[in-house]
């Protein structure tokens, strides 16, 4: 690999966390009093934004909304009576788990590289995730990595050049010297024409050689 490249930085869904956001969208339609709701928009790739529910979930992903008034609007866009302990139950759904052997690969590679986050998500997956990462690491993400980027916190979303460009001012690195995993290809287009170099993510047993090499080389 270049020898220019001192960053490596990951996305989360489809990279390091195996996630299904069918299993939530299942779900919430099995409780929904709407009869033709499919909630198909809660799926990070469903990106056209034209219904209500679609703008909530964008809106809820650049922070822009509260847990709150996710949970609020969920409830409304399927008329369902349930508490908000039983929707961040089926939200973290979406989550299924960590691929611990690909984590692995990437906290060896800290001895050579800075590695870092850069994920579209929201405050209640965070802190269901971060369970999950205390459960095989005792720590958090943002303890394992040397930066975290969240879209709730930035206020931007993957793949708009905003996001990418604060993480390059943030991150103090040249965009040149970052490369970025992500298993979406439209969320390689804007950072790859600022610089950066870029790994479309499409297997896990692709990327554990991809990194299995850097390790090694």
């Known amino acids: 690999m ?3 490249i001192k960053v490596l930085l990951f996305d989360l ?14 779900e919430f339609k099995k409780i929904s009093s709407k ?8 799926d990070y790739r469903y990106e056209s934004f034209n219904s209500d529910l679609s703008k909530l979930f964008n809106a809820y992903e650049k922070g822009e909304v509260s847990d709150q008034s996710f949970r609020d609007g969920l409830r409304r866009a399927g008329e369902m009576k349930i508490d908000d302990e039983k929707i961040d139950e089926i939200w973290n759904l979406v989550i299924v788990k960590i691929h611990s052997d690909i984590l692995e690969l990437i906290l060896k590679l800290r001895r050579k590289y800075s590695i870092m986050i850069l994920s579209n998500t929201n405050s209640i997956h965070r802190n269901f995730f971060d ?7 005792g720590k958090t993400f943002d303890k394992l990595f040397d930066d975290v980027f969240y879209s709730f916190l930035l206020k931007c979303r993957k793949p708009d050049k905003e996001i990418y460009e604060k993480v390059v001012d943030n991150s103090k ?9 992500d298993d979406m290809r439209d969320n390689l287009i804007e950072c790859k024409k600022m610089g950066m170099r870029t790994y479309h993510v499409k297997n896990t047993l692709q990327l554990k050689s991809f990194l299995s090499d850097l390790i090694l080389n």
């Open 35 to 42: 009869t033709f709701n499919d909630f198909k928009e809660l």
């Open 2 to 4: 270049n020898d220019d």
């Open 131 to 137: 369970k999950l990462c205390i459960d095989l690491h």
């Open 173 to 181: 690195y040249l965009a040149s010297e970052i490369m970025f995993f």
């Open 13 to 26: 869904g489809g990279v390091v966390i195996d996630i299904d956001p069918n299993k939530a969208i299942s």
